[in-house]
Each structure stands twice: as structure tokens, then as C-alpha cells.
């Protein structure tokens, strides 16, 4: 698109990627302090069972061992960051196995595993409550005493007339879809290192997404006030949603106060694997239905979703998954009842895309089977049904900015779909079949719910006498390149070249007040508050050329970095000349721009119907797979991805890409690959070997297509881009087996077991077809 | 307790190491070499990956007295006098780095191929690279990355692997 900006569109290497190529970016394990002690955490081998006692003594005895902790070392309160369900260590019983029971300080990692094997604790042993059906029994085992059926959140929504929209359909099918646990896979593990001072105040260095969220949980699970907490972001090493939240943060910050010594507690991927927060799974039961002109009839869902042991950020991810989907299309009449069902398994979470995927998986197959019962392409169904700029959603959402339907026609204007599509015909070996498969997507650009009090951002730029920029966030950057979207926000604005801004790491001592990275909201309300701030401090820097040149502000302006007088443009001072005078003017100190950026036009949703605006702007994507399948194997060869997504202003066109390629291939893998393994409560597969995440031979070329309508709301324009690009991969790979070999795949992931076996169904007549006219 | 010289980096380092300890654990722990990042400690996931003698290994699973009279070489040791290694200019410049934790493993990866394979198409680097897991970038950018390094190293614009 045209672009009039100097820095704004361009495509910029992330502002730290070369401390990231040498070595010398900070990550959490990374960090080291005098008389840093190695932390270790005990954890429960049983799914569920009583403790009856712990035994410290020997372990404290251990030569090395400078503290342990239990949960009696502990504020023993229960918190969390929506139901308050969790403690920081079990107290009266355990709930899935890796659930935290102590934790021990040592000089060095050997003697800190010697010592937990010294740990004695006697369990009551309970049958575990494992299948989340049986669990919302009235007569199942409860995994918290206070929570008859296990269901921890419950959703129920009508919209319309679902029932009258059922009854009109030309065509409807029902399909239970299923999506397993599938882990994050961040790199880098969690980890955390903690210290106390003399005064009681506590600091905490740990990757994370968002350290003021982070920071409220712990004030709450520590008892003791927010302002005593500093919390310092590492370089952090990918998150995906895995780390807005984890109980290592206030192990550590006991086990270190215990101890009276620095702790660093870094998790063993084994331990990532077993007790850190999976992708919620689901249970969907949806029907849909069309008219005969392919216009969505109705939609009905039924979803049961997996909340593991304990909340966390569950109950959000399951709202999503009961909401989002609809507000892609112009649909009218919903009905969805949700359950977020306790069992004791690993607790689960946020894992990019938020609900989001899981739904899409089953909405998006679902479109493919509509489009063929009505007789039209996959490609014209979506577009008559693409939600446009301007609607109001059936869940009360405002599209300011939508471009769904041009999306849909890149993507099949690119792949040439619509010709290409084989329906199920093989290649020339006669069991190797090519297919083709679309799904498009909606996503949020920002969520109201994450922060029930606030929901906004927060930026202050500051320009010293010489001219330097740095721009204080409190958001974080988890690789996905934020520092740099404000980077060049801020440059943009100022007229400064991007390496004069400096853009500082999260620090809730230092940071305005930020709710962090989650819900896609980052560029668009962060970097809005970025554009806020860096305009307060040119607006101070012309204000104070004018004053210097005895002119009113208004006569000023700024352009390339300089500031001209509007009437004799010759006349100008540069950047850090006028920076230098604004900077004298203060008495020597540094220009500070502020910018408070607070939503507008956006609710809270009523909390029973889930009717209102949730975000400042939308985003929209189309992809479409190709793939091979071969039918003696059962093995799916993704060959090719093009992916069309409405960003709104992509600021950093290399960043967009880069979340792009990235999504689709984390989709590849939930897709074909991944699945965390479970035999009674116990994780079968905790490593990169057993629970495979795609490599480099995996991922197919994917190339990306910007559609970049001006959002009213974003900044320059921009939307938002980094979970949407995992929100639709998996349909548009199950519409593309579909188009190879006929077969339609209900369950993830589509593992060669599973075509197979799916090939052998419809073999023998048994794929069910539609229930509709 | 055994003590050894390990020669990191072009130094010699004399060190009191335990017969079990890795290399990873060494440059990490005891050298404060802490570029080399540790993902899974198991050799599932390149993290850990630096030269020795040219050629990368996963130091997880290489023990640290076995490492003595090589050369071992970690992401600190690559840029020469301040100047990037042409892999590390070319990850830069394409955007192959995200949140830079596999970086240091797959920059050094690259630079092994590219010692025993000047010009290798995509499908050599994709398989080359198979051991390193990278999550955030779908390896489409660490791909064209190292075919532009390749060029650079081969018309002689950067400097060449040691």
C-alpha cells in the first residue's frame, strides 16, 4: 500500500536481534547473583491423593541445603488469576501429578535433587477423576471439595432464533470435533531467580508476558503489597501464552525468603511438559446449517473444555472458544452451552490463539461440508457470509475495519483454488493424493475481559539534551518484536532515525503500568500509548522552540526530524538541536512525553449473555494448504501455505511475516503432530523425542499476502497479526485432506492412525453424510 | 574433582571440573559463557550447539573432559574484532531471529553446514538444521538466511569460518 511514513511500513530487523546473534541477550536462567542458591521442587507422583504429612527433617539436614519449604512456609491463601482455586504449594491434598508439594534451596543443583529425594511425604492415595464426561456426574469424586460437578465455569448464550434457523435449513450436519492438550514449546523453559531486601521488598527476574499481571497474582498468592514486588522481565524465550502465569514465580520467591539467599529455580523441560499450562483441550459438539443460497442458517454448540487440576487463565480461553468464531461471519441465530470441567490432569492455559483455534478447526471444517451440501466452492460460501467493515456482530461487536472477504479472494486468487481442487482423485502412483484446503479467521486486537478494571496502555518517551530517545513500555516483548513496533512508532513521530530510540525492557519499578502481552493486544493498544507519548514530547519540544523563538507553538511543526516554522520553512533547528533547547529549558533534564491510552467504544460483556464490544479492532486472515497424503502410509506432506491477513497497517512488514510463518507452522504441528499423551493423569510423552513439534523438514514454503485496510482505531492504522496467524491452519489442513481423499478428520491430530482409519470407514460406507435435505 | 584446559573461544581456560559434568554445563556455569542456552538437556532441541573443532555438537550431551585439547567455539567467539560472522548478519537482516533463544545453537549450526558445504540448496540447510527446533519462526526466515550467508561467504563480502 502507499505509504507516506519514514519508518512506519518498513521493514525492520527486530531492534535487538543482534544482541540475540552474538550471545548476549539476558535470558531467565541466564541471570546470576552473589550467593545464588540452585532451587528444586518437589512434586506429587500421584494424580490425586490426600497428604496426610511432610517430612523435611533429613532433607534440611543434608549438608548444603540452605532452606525447604512446604505449603505451612506459605501464605496458604488461595489465589489465581480469574477463579482463586490454586495455593502456591498443596496443602490439603494434591490434584494432578506434578502438582507442587515442596520445594528445597541448595548450594549447587545435585545437592538440591539429593535433598527432595530426602522428602518424605505420606499420601492418601484418591481415585483420580479423569474423564471430563464422567466428571460432571453428580455422583463423581470432586477434584476441589467446593466445586459440585466439577464445573468450574458454565456458559450458556442464545442469539436470534437458532431453533427457527435449524428448522429453515436447506442443509445441516452435527459433528463432534476433538482437540487434544498440546504444549506451548517455548524454548526456553520457565525459570525464575528471586531475592528479598533487608526491608522486606521482593525482586523477581523471570520471562514472562506481561509483569504487572504477573505481579498482581503474586501480591495475592504472597499476601503482601503490589509496590513491595519488583518484577523485572528477562529476555524472554518465546511464551505463546505459557508464561502469563506460573507457579515457579512465588516458589521461589518463599523458598529465596526461607533461605535468606538469592534463588534461581530453572524447570527441566520434563517439568514443562507435566506441569506447566497446555493449550486447553475441547470437546466440541457443533451443528450448522445453511439455507439454499449457502447463507448461514444457524449455528449450535456444545463444548466441554479441559481446565486440568486448576483455572488459571482457563475460564478465559473457554469463553473465547464459546464467542469468537461467531463475529467472523454474518451469523445470526447461536445457541452455545459451554463447561469448563475440572479432572485431575495438568492444569491448562493460554497457548496462542486462545480458544480460538480449536473452535475455527471445528466452524471451518463445518463450512467446507456446508459448502458441498449446497453445491458451491469453498471459497464463494466464505464470501457470502464474510462479516463486512462497519457490521455489529451478533455478540454486539463493532467491525471498524474488516477486510474477511478480500482476504478470502487473495488467498484463492493466489493458489488458484477453485480449478485446482482434485476432490479425491490420485496422482499418477495411484495412492499418493494432492488436495488443496481453505479456512479463514477472526481475531481480537485486544480483549476487554483480561483486565477487568482497566483496559488500555501506557508509554512514556523520554528525549534527552542530546537527543536520544527511549521509550519506557510495560509490555513485553516474547521475540515477537514489540520493542521494534514501538521503535519505529516512536521514530516515526519524533522524525528520528530508529536507532536513536532505545526501547527498555518491562520493569514494573520503572514501567508505566501495563496488562501485558495477551489477546494480540500489544501493537494496537501499546502502540497507541507509544504514539500518545512521543507526541506529548514533540509537542513539548515545538513549545519550546517557540518560546526560544518567540513565536506561537502553533507557527512550529515538526518534519524530518527537524522543527520548521510553518511560515518560513527555511527557517529550521534540528532534532537534537530543538531537543537540546527543550532540554535547557527544563533546567538540563530530559523532555518526558506520557501517553495514556484508554480504550473507547469498547464493554465489558455482560456476564451472563456475553453480549458487547470486546475490542478496539478486529483482525481477519485466509490460508490455504496444500498438501499430499499418501493412503498407504496414512502421512500428510504439507507442500505449500499462502496466507492472507488483514492486519490493518502492517508498521513492521518483516515482523508480520515472521508471526505468520511462525503461526501456521506451531498450526502444522497441532494439525499432524502434536498431542500431550495421558495415561491415568500421567504425562506419556514429556520430551522433545515422544511429543514431536515440527522441524525444519516439517514446515512447506509459506508465503504471506498483507491486506492492510487503515483501521480507524489502531495506530497508523495497524490491527494485529500474532495469535491470528495460528487461528486457522489446522482447518485449512483438514478441508485440504479432505479435498485429497474424501475423508473428513473430526479428531487432532490427524496422525497417520487416523487417516487410516478413516480411509478404511469410508471404504466400508460408514462416513456419516449430511442429515439435511 | 579432575583439572582440565579447555580452550574456548581461542583462550585457554584451567579448570577443576567432576568427570560428569557436561560442556554445556561448563561454559554456562563455570565460564559464564551463557550464550549457549540450555532447552532441553536431553539433545532433543540444538540449543546448546556450539563448534568444537569446526563441527557443531549438542554440548548437553558432550561431557566436558572429553572436550580438552579441541577447539571449542560458542556464539560468543563468532564475531571477529566487533564485525559479525556473515550467518550472523544474514539472520539479522532477513529477520530469521525472533526470541533469539535457539539463535545462538542455529546460527552455529549454519556455520558448521557452510564449513563442510559452501553452497547448499534448501533442502541441505532444512536438513541440516533438523536437530535445532526453532517455535517462533517456521524456519522460512532462518532458511533464506543462511542461503544468503552462503552467497556472502562465498563471494568473499564476510569473513569466512576461522
Same mark, same amino acid.
Request: a negative charge; proline letters at 6%; charged letters at 20%.
Given at each position: 500500500?502507499?505509504?507516506?511514513?519514514?519508518?512506519?511500513?518498513?521493514?525492520?530487523?527486530?531492534?535487538?536481534?543482534?544482541?540475540?546473534?552474538?550471545?548476549?541477550?539476558?535470558?531467565?536462567?541466564?541471570?546470576?547473583?552473589?550467593?545464588?542458591?540452585?532451587?528444586?521442587?518437589?512434586?506429587?507422583?500421584?494424580?490425586?491423593?490426600?497428604?496426610?504429612?511432610?517430612?523435611?527433617?533429613?532433607?534440611?539436614?543434608?549438608?548444603?541445603?540452605?532452606?525447604?519449604?512446604?505449603?505451612?512456609?506459605?501464605?496458604?491463601?488461595?489465589?489465581?488469576?480469574?477463579?482463586?482455586?490454586?495455593?502456591?504449594?498443596?496443602?490439603?491434598?494434591?490434584?494432578?501429578?506434578?502438582?507442587?508439594?515442596?520445594?528445597?534451596?541448595?548450594?549447587?543443583?545435585?545437592?538440591?535433587?539429593?535433598?527432595?529425594?530426602?522428602?518424605?511425604?505420606?499420601?492418601?492415595?484418591?481415585?483420580?477423576?479423569?474423564?471430563?464426561?464422567?466428571?460432571?456426574?453428580?455422583?463423581?469424586?470432586?477434584?476441589?471439595?467446593?466445586?459440585?460437578?466439577?464445573?468450574?465455569?458454565?456458559?450458556?448464550?442464545?442469539?436470534?432464533?437458532?431453533?427457527?434457523?435449524?428448522?429453515?435449513?436447506?442443509?445441516?450436519?452435527?459433528?463432534?470435533?476433538?482437540?487434544?492438550?498440546?504444549?506451548?514449546?517455548?524454548?526456553?523453559?520457565?525459570?525464575?531467580?528471586?531475592?528479598?531486601?533487608?526491608?522486606?521488598?521482593?525482586?523477581?527476574?523471570?520471562?514472562?508476558?506481561?509483569?504487572?499481571?504477573?505481579?498482581?497474582?503474586?501480591?495475592?498468592?504472597?499476601?503482601?503489597?503490589?509496590?513491595?514486588?519488583?518484577?523485572?522481565?528477562?529476555?524472554?524465550?518465546?511464551?505463546?501464552?505459557?508464561?502469563?502465569?506460573?507457579?515457579?514465580?512465588?516458589?521461589?520467591?518463599?523458598?529465596?525468603?526461607?533461605?535468606?539467599?538469592?534463588?534461581?529455580?530453572?524447570?527441566?523441560?520434563?517439568?514443562?511438559?507435566?506441569?506447566?499450562?497446555?493449550?486447553?483441550?475441547?470437546?466440541?459438539?457443533?451443528?450448522?446449517?445453511?439455507?439454499?443460497?449457502?447463507?448461514?442458517?444457524?449455528?449450535?454448540?456444545?463444548?466441554?473444555?479441559?481446565?486440568?487440576?486448576?483455572?488459571?487463565?482457563?475460564?478465559?480461553?473457554?469463553?473465547?472458544?464459546?464467542?469468537?468464531?461467531?463475529?467472523?461471519?454474518?451469523?445470526?441465530?447461536?445457541?452455545?452451552?459451554?463447561?469448563?470441567?475440572?479432572?485431575?490432569?495438568?492444569?491448562?492455559?493460554?497457548?496462542?490463539?486462545?480458544?480460538?483455534?480449536?473452535?475455527?478447526?471445528?466452524?471451518?471444517?463445518?463450512?467446507?461440508?456446508?459448502?458441498?451440501?449446497?453445491?458451491?466452492?469453498?471459497?464463494?460460501?466464505?464470501?457470502?457470509?464474510?462479516?463486512?467493515?462497519?457490521?455489529?456482530?451478533?455478540?454486539?461487536?463493532?467491525?471498524?475495519?474488516?477486510?474477511?472477504?478480500?482476504?478470502?479472494?487473495?488467498?484463492?486468487?493466489?493458489?488458484?483454488?477453485?480449478?485446482?481442487?482434485?476432490?479425491?482423485?490420485?496422482?499418477?502412483?495411484?495412492?499418493?493424493?494432492?488436495?488443496?484446503?481453505?479456512?479463514?479467521?477472526?481475531?481480537?486486537?485486544?480483549?476487554?475481559?483480561?483486565?477487568?478494571?482497566?483496559?488500555?496502555?501506557?508509554?512514556?518517551?523520554?528525549?534527552?539534551?542530546?537527543?536520544?530517545?527511549?521509550?519506557?513500555?510495560?509490555?513485553?516483548?516474547?521475540?515477537?518484536?514489540? @520493542?521494534?513496533?514501538?521503535?519505529?512508532? &516512536? %521514530? +516515526?513521530?519524533? !522524525? /528520528? *532515525?530508529?536507532? =536513536?530510540?532505545?526501547?527498555?525492557?518491562?520493569?514494573?519499578?520503572?514501567?508505566?503500568?501495563?496488562?501485558?502481552?495477551?489477546?494480540?493486544?500489544?501493537?494496537?493498544?501499546?502502540?497507541?500509548?507509544?504514539?500518545?507519548?512521543?507526541?506529548?514530547? @514533540?509537542?513539548?519540544?515545538?513549545?519550546? &522552540? %517557540? +518560546?526560544?523563538? !518567540? /513565536? *506561537?507553538?502553533? =507557527?512550529?511543526?515538526?518534519?524530518?526530524?527537524?522543527?520548521?516554522?510553518?511560515?518560513?520553512?527555511?527557517?529550521?533547528?534540528?532534532?537534537?538541536?530543538?531537543?537540546?533547547?527543550?532540554?535547557?529549558?527544563?533546567?538540563?533534564?530530559?523532555?518526558?512525553?506520557?501517553?495514556?491510552?484508554?480504550?473507547?467504544?469498547?464493554?465489558?460483556?455482560? *456476564?451472563?449473555?456475553?453480549?458487547?464490544?470486546?475490542?478496539?479492532?478486529?483482525?481477519?486472515?485466509?490460508?490455504?494448504?496444500?498438501?499430499?497424503?499418501?493412503?498407504?502410509?496414512?502421512?500428510?506432506?504439507?507442500?505449500?501455505?499462502?496466507?492472507?491477513?488483514?492486519?490493518?497497517?502492517?508498521?513492521?512488514?518483516?515482523?508480520?511475516?515472521?508471526?505468520?510463518?511462525?503461526?501456521?507452522?506451531?498450526?502444522?504441528?497441532?494439525?499432524?503432530?502434536?498431542?500431550?499423551?495421558?495415561?491415568?493423569?500421567?504425562?506419556?510423552?514429556?520430551?522433545?523425542?515422544?511429543?514431536?513439534?515440527?522441524?525444519?523438514?516439517?514446515?512447506?514454503?509459506?508465503?504471506?499476502?498483507?491486506?492492510?485496510?487503515?483501521?480507524?482505531?489502531?495506530?497508523?492504522?495497524?490491527?494485529?497479526?500474532?495469535?491470528?496467524?495460528?487461528?486457522?491452519?489446522?482447518?485449512?489442513?483438514?478441508?485440504?485432506?479432505?479435498?485429497?481423499?474424501?475423508?473428513?478428520?473430526?479428531?487432532?491430530?490427524?496422525?497417520?492412525?487416523?487417516?487410516?482409519?478413516?480411509?478404511?470407514?469410508?471404504?466400508?460406507?460408514?462416513?456419516?453424510?449430511?442429515?439435511?435435505? | 574433582?579432575?583439572?582440565?584446559?579447555?580452550?574456548?573461544?581461542?583462550?585457554?581456560?584451567?579448570?577443576?571440573?567432576?568427570?560428569?559434568?557436561?560442556?554445556?554445563?561448563?561454559?554456562?556455569?563455570?565460564?559464564?559463557?551463557?550464550?549457549?542456552?540450555?532447552?532441553?538437556?536431553?539433545?532433543?532441541?540444538?540449543?546448546?550447539?556450539?563448534?568444537?573443532?569446526?563441527?557443531?555438537?549438542?554440548?548437553?550431551?558432550?561431557?566436558?573432559?572429553?572436550?580438552?585439547?579441541?577447539?571449542?567455539?560458542?556464539?560468543?567467539?563468532?564475531?571477529?574484532?566487533?564485525?559479525?560472522?556473515?550467518?550472523?548478519?544474514?539472520?539479522?537482516?532477513?529477520?530469521?531471529?525472533?526470541?533469539?533463544?535457539?539463535?545462538?545453537?542455529?546460527?552455529?549450526?549454519?556455520?558448521?553446514?557452510?564449513?563442510?558445504?559452501?553452497?547448499?540448496?534448501?533442502?541441505?540447510?532444512?536438513?541440516?538444521?533438523?536437530?535445532?527446533?526453532?517455535?517462533?519462526?517456521?524456519?522460512?526466515?532462518?532458511?533464506?538466511?543462511?542461503?544468503?550467508?552462503?552467497?556472502?561467504?562465498?563471494?568473499?563480502?564476510?569473513?569466512?569460518?576461522?
Amino acid at each position: 500500500m502507499s505509504n507516506a511514513y519514514q519508518v512506519v511500513g518498513k521493514r525492520a530487523p527486530l531492534v535487538d536481534s543482534i544482541d540475540k546473534v552474538v550471545g548476549s541477550a539476558r535470558f531467565g536462567a541466564d541471570i546470576k547473583l552473589p550467593g545464588m542458591l540452585e532451587g528444586k521442587i518437589l512434586r506429587s507422583p500421584h494424580p490425586h491423593a490426600r497428604i496426610r504429612y511432610v517430612d523435611t527433617a533429613a532433607a534440611e539436614a543434608l549438608p548444603g541445603v540452605l532452606g525447604v519449604i512446604t505449603a505451612a512456609d506459605t501464605p496458604m491463601v488461595r489465589y489465581g488469576t480469574i477463579i482463586p482455586d490454586q495455593t502456591i504449594l498443596a496443602t490439603d491434598k494434591v490434584r494432578y501429578i506434578g502438582d507442587e508439594v515442596a520445594a528445597v534451596a541448595a548450594v549447587d543443583l545435585e545437592t538440591a535433587e539429593a535433598a527432595l529425594r530426602l522428602i518424605k511425604v505420606d499420601y492418601e492415595l484418591l481415585p483420580p477423576v479423569l474423564d471430563m464426561e464422567a466428571a460432571m456426574r453428580d455422583d463423581s469424586l470432586r477434584v476441589h471439595n467446593d466445586v459440585p460437578n466439577n464445573i468450574a465455569d458454565h456458559i450458556h448464550f442464545e442469539r436470534g432464533d437458532p431453533d427457527g434457523g435449524r428448522r429453515d435449513a436447506y442443509a445441516c450436519f452435527t459433528r463432534r470435533f476433538t482437540t487434544p492438550a498440546v504444549h506451548q514449546c517455548y524454548l526456553e523453559p520457565n525459570s525464575c531467580v528471586a531475592t528479598w531486601s533487608e526491608n522486606g521488598s521482593l525482586t523477581l527476574w523471570a520471562p514472562n508476558q506481561g509483569p504487572f499481571a504477573a505481579r498482581l497474582v503474586l501480591a495475592r498468592a504472597l499476601v503482601m503489597p503490589e509496590d513491595k514486588i519488583r518484577f523485572i522481565q528477562t529476555f524472554t524465550g518465546g511464551a505463546f501464552g505459557g508464561k502469563t502465569w506460573q507457579q515457579v514465580w512465588p516458589i521461589t520467591a518463599v523458598l529465596a525468603r526461607k533461605a535468606g539467599r538469592p534463588v534461581r529455580i530453572v524447570l527441566t523441560r520434563q517439568e514443562e511438559f507435566e506441569a506447566t499450562l497446555p493449550r486447553v483441550p475441547m470437546i466440541i459438539d457443533l451443528s450448522m446449517g445453511v439455507y439454499r443460497d449457502g447463507r448461514l442458517a444457524f449455528k449450535e454448540t456444545r463444548i466441554m473444555s479441559g481446565n486440568g487440576a486448576y483455572s488459571i487463565s482457563a475460564p478465559a480461553v473457554h469463553y473465547v472458544a464459546a464467542t469468537r468464531y461467531d463475529s467472523l461471519y454474518r451469523l445470526g441465530n447461536i445457541r452455545c452451552t459451554a463447561d469448563l470441567v475440572y479432572t485431575n490432569t495438568v492444569p491448562t492455559g493460554m497457548f496462542r490463539g486462545f480458544g480460538n483455534p480449536q473452535m475455527h478447526f471445528a466452524g471451518e471444517s463445518m463450512m467446507d461440508m456446508l459448502a458441498e451440501a449446497v453445491g458451491i466452492d469453498p471459497v464463494e460460501i466464505r464470501r457470502r457470509n464474510a462479516a463486512l467493515p462497519g457490521d455489529t456482530s451478533a455478540h454486539g461487536w463493532y467491525l471498524g475495519s474488516c477486510a474477511v472477504q478480500e482476504t478470502i479472494e487473495k488467498a484463492a486468487e493466489a493458489t488458484d483454488l477453485v480449478n485446482r481442487r482434485r476432490g479425491g482423485r490420485p496422482l499418477a502412483d495411484g495412492k499418493t493424493f494432492w488436495g488443496i484446503g481453505m479456512a479463514s479467521c477472526i481475531h481480537v486486537a485486544g480483549n476487554r475481559t483480561i483486565y477487568k478494571p482497566y483496559d488500555g496502555s501506557n508509554a512514556r518517551v523520554q528525549v534527552s539534551g542530546d537527543g536520544s530517545v527511549v521509550v519506557y513500555s510495560g509490555e513485553a516483548d516474547l521475540g515477537q518484536g514489540c @520493542r521494534t513496533v514501538f521503535a519505529q512508532i &516512536a %521514530a +516515526e513521530v519524533l !522524525g /528520528v *532515525p530508529m536507532d =536513536a530510540v532505545t526501547v527498555a525492557a518491562a520493569d514494573t519499578d520503572f514501567s508505566p503500568f501495563a496488562i501485558g502481552t495477551v489477546a494480540s493486544r500489544v501493537t494496537t493498544l501499546g502502540g497507541l500509548a507509544v504514539d500518545l507519548a512521543a507526541k506529548d514530547a @514533540r509537542d513539548k519540544i515545538l513549545a519550546a &522552540a %517557540a +518560546e526560544n523563538w !518567540g /513565536v *506561537p507553538a502553533q =507557527a512550529l511543526d515538526m518534519e524530518n526530524g527537524s522543527v520548521i516554522s510553518r511560515s518560513h520553512p527555511e527557517r529550521r533547528l534540528s532534532f537534537p538541536v530543538a531537543a537540546e533547547i527543550a532540554s535547557d529549558a527544563l533546567g538540563g533534564k530530559p523532555v518526558i512525553g506520557v501517553g495514556e491510552y484508554r480504550t473507547e467504544g469498547v464493554v465489558l460483556p455482560d *456476564p451472563q449473555t456475553k453480549y458487547g464490544n470486546i475490542a478496539i479492532a478486529y483482525s481477519f486472515g485466509t490460508q490455504v494448504a496444500e498438501v499430499l497424503v499418501d493412503t498407504e502410509t496414512g502421512r500428510v506432506r504439507v507442500l505449500r501455505f499462502v496466507a492472507a491477513h488483514d492486519v490493518g497497517r502492517a508498521i513492521n512488514p518483516l515482523g508480520v511475516e515472521g508471526q505468520i510463518e511462525g503461526g501456521i507452522a506451531q498450526g502444522i504441528g497441532y494439525a499432524l503432530l502434536e498431542e500431550i499423551k495421558m495415561d491415568r493423569g500421567r504425562v506419556l510423552n514429556p520430551d522433545f523425542l515422544d511429543y514431536r513439534i515440527p522441524t525444519s523438514v516439517d514446515i512447506p514454503p509459506i508465503e504471506s499476502i498483507l491486506v492492510e485496510p487503515d483501521d480507524p482505531n489502531g495506530p497508523f492504522g495497524a490491527k494485529s497479526v500474532g495469535e491470528t496467524a495460528v487461528v486457522p491452519t489446522v482447518a485449512a489442513v483438514a478441508n485440504a485432506i479432505y479435498d485429497a481423499i474424501g475423508v473428513r478428520l473430526t479428531d487432532l491430530p490427524m496422525t497417520p492412525d487416523r487417516i487410516l482409519a478413516a480411509l478404511r470407514e469410508k471404504r466400508a460406507g460408514s462416513q456419516p453424510s449430511s442429515s439435511g435435505a | 574433582m579432575k583439572e582440565i584446559t579447555l580452550n574456548v573461544n581461542g583462550e585457554n581456560h584451567r579448570l577443576e571440573i567432576e568427570p560428569h559434568w557436561t560442556l554445556l554445563y561448563v561454559l554456562r556455569e563455570k565460564l559464564d559463557l551463557v550464550g549457549t542456552k540450555e532447552g532441553c538437556n536431553a539433545g532433543d532441541c540444538g540449543a546448546c550447539t556450539v563448534l568444537i573443532d569446526g563441527k557443531a555438537i549438542n554440548s548437553c550431551l558432550f561431557l566436558a573432559v572429553r572436550s580438552e585439547g579441541r577447539r571449542i567455539v560458542t556464539i560468543e567467539g563468532l564475531a571477529q574484532n566487533g564485525k559479525l560472522h556473515p550467518v550472523q548478519q544474514a539472520f539479522v537482516d532477513v529477520g530469521a531471529v525472533q526470541c533469539g533463544f535457539c539463535t545462538p545453537g542455529m546460527v552455529l549450526r549454519a556455520v558448521s553446514l557452510l564449513a563442510e558445504n559452501p553452497q547448499p540448496d534448501a533442502t541441505e540447510i532444512r536438513q541440516a538444521i533438523s536437530g535445532n527446533l526453532c517455535r517462533c519462526t517456521g524456519y522460512v526466515k532462518i532458511v533464506q538466511a543462511i542461503e544468503l550467508a552462503a552467497q556472502d561467504v562465498t563471494t568473499g563480502s564476510g569473513v569466512s569460518d576461522e
